[in-house]
């Protein structure tokens, strides 16, 4: 019996390992590389659940929207059964909302647009994770960890408000690009 070569998904290139099934053993071959190696066994082990990019476009709108709208409805919410002034703490929120929009989010969405239309050219679909890049998730891994943290923190929601309404401003605003036809 032969030995073969895995092959990775990547189109053309080798994992470097000679799988040798009478022998029982694996060796390395010229060239081998770890990643190429994961490659292999992702494609082997792993198919990931794979969309149209319109579609894809339009959820990744829909995740950012209905985050947005979540952490302004806690805002909105914590001002209203607030004592005191709530006046500021909205206009803040607002204000800097904006600005979060503007000048953070509003890249993210049209970076995150970009990398969806240059995913997989030649292929009909791509991944349905990929409307953002591995560390957006890492990011959104934190954040959900500090907004938990703040929350159970003795810091009056009157002060979290403006924090929770400007991101969720920003989010807001921002999964309205994903809607628009352009690239």
């Not at 032969?2 to 092959?7: D, G, R």
Request: charged share 15%; with cysteine; proline share 4%.
């Amino acid at each position: 019996m032969s030995p073969t070569v895995m092959s990775s998904y990547t189109g053309g290139r080798y994992a470097g390992l000679e799988l040798s099934p009478a022998a029982g053993r694996v060796r390395r071959t010229k060239g081998f590389r770890m990643l190429d190696l994961v490659d292999s066994l992702a494609s082997m082990c792993m198919k990931a659940p794979a969309v149209h990019r319109r579609t894809l476009r339009f959820l990744a709108g829909i995740v950012w929207c209905v985050v947005g709208l979540a952490l302004s409805a806690v805002a909105v919410y914590w001002l209203v059964t607030a004592p005191g002034n709530r006046i500021a703490p909205l206009l803040i929120g607002l204000i800097v909302g904006q600005l979060v929009y503007r000048f953070g989010f509003l890249r993210l969405a049209r970076e995150n647009k970009a990398r969806i239309s240059a995913q997989a050219l030649g292929k009909d679909k791509v991944c349905l994770f990929a409307f953002q890049n591995w560390r957006s998730y890492v990011i959104i891994v934190v954040m959900m960890a500090l907004g938990y943290t703040l929350r159970h923190l003795p810091i009056s929601r009157l002060y979290l408000a403006p924090i929770y309404l400007a991101i969720g401003l920003g989010l807001f605003l921002a999964s309205l690009h994903y809607y628009s036809g352009a690239e």
